[in-house]
Nanobody
């Protein structure tokens, strides 16, 4: 079971980044995948999630600015981040849960049992 994130970096406010998460075949496809973020001293926050059928859930803080998508042929999850703000600065983590159990995509960290190492996103001028 392996999740590998990429695409983080330094961007100016108002800019865009696209994060990618490549998942092993065992992890990908049968349940949920999601993006979380965390800053030092704060709890990990759910940003966006998607289930195997394409249902999507976004956190209120990113709705209208972030888009989650997946490419099943490439076993890859994406997070397109537009109109970035300094408060979006965080370590971003990809997570997966292979068991589907609800049409409401979970955004609680406790719902996921597979995690990537994270990719840093810094929004600053």
């Amino acid at each position: 079971v392996q999740l590998v994130e990429s695409g983080g970096g330094l961007v100016q406010p108002g800019g865009s980044l696209r994060l990618s998460c490549v998942a092993s075949a065992y992890t990908y496809g049968s349940g949920y995948m999601a993006w979380f973020r965390q800053v030092p001293g704060k709890e990990r926050e759910g940003v966006a999630g998607i289930d195997h059928g394409g249902r999507i859930r976004l956190a209120d803080s990113v709705r209208g600015r972030f888009t989650i998508s997946k490419d099943d042929a490439k076993n890859t999850l994406y997070l397109q981040m537009d109109s970035l703000k300094p408060e979006d600065t965080a370590m971003y983590y990809c997570a997966a849960q292979y068991r589907w159990y609800s049409p409401i995509v979970p955004l609680e960290p406790s719902a996921y049992n597979n995690w990537g190492q994270g990719t840093q996103v810094t929004v600053s001028s």
